[in-house]
């Protein structure tokens, strides 16, 4: 689903990715853990396609990203790669369907049916009953899973999760991380996780450290 080779990232005359490779197949769930400031963002935000390396290859799903025009790499990035932040990101003004809907209604698709995707999502996930209430009327363990939905609505080649419980209490936080896994059972759905969480490092198939720009 993913392969990543020789990547590499400076500012400046510092190297914070100093010749990262990383597979990850279809259904898979790895984890990425480290101390700050050892690359684990960068790698992520590179991996995701929100920046570029300086040098090194990245195929998603096939597509060698790092070859198409900035416009072209935008339309992959809304239609093949999900984000989960740890900050849920949601718009406040937007009710949780709309915020759920808003990659595909960048995407174009057709609006009556990505309406009823959503739904199906929320659903999913236990909030159909918050499908039409604003983020500032949830809880913050609603407003994750309404961003979990978001980033499963153009059914993404795989998703990223930078600290996804991070921002949550206990229980959850357990709750996200069972999610996960079951939308893997569910949908083959493939995650990078950067966290700190060890208990969710441990859970997934693969855990992996960042030490000094280099994956261990």
């Known amino acids: 689903m993913l392969e990543a080779t020789n990547i590499r990232k400076s500012y400046g005359t510092l190297d914070v990715l100093r010749g990262v490779d990383l597979t990850v197949d279809d259904a898979e769930i790895v984890s990425i853990v480290g101390k700050s400031g050892a690359g684990k963002s960068t790698l992520l935000h590179i991996l995701g396609t929100l920046d570029r390396p300086d040098t090194g290859r990245l195929r998603i799903g096939g597509e060698e990203v790092f070859a198409l025009r900035d416009r072209d790499l935008a339309t992959f990035r809304n239609q093949r790669i999900g984000f989960v932040f740890q900050f849920h990101h949601l718009l406040p003004e937007f009710t949780a369907l709309e915020n759920v809907c808003i990659p595909a209604y960048i995407a174009k698709s057709d609006v009556d049916a990505t309406e009823r995707k959503g739904m199906e999502f929320l659903d999913y996930l236990g909030l159909a009953d918050r499908a039409h209430h604003k983020p500032a009327q949830m809880s913050g363990g609603e407003q994750q899973r309404v961003a979990v939905a978001r980033a499963l609505i153009n059914a993404p080649a795989i998703v ?41 490092a441990r859970m997934s198939d693969r855990r992996l450290e960042m030490i000094d720009g280099i994956l261990v």
């Open 160 to 200: 990223f999760a930078d600290e996804p419980s991070g921002n949550l209490d206990s229980a959850s936080s357990q709750e996200l991380h069972d999610l996960l896994f079951q939308l893997r059972k569910d949908f083959r759905q493939s995650f990078i996780i950067v966290t700190h969480n060890e208990e969710l």
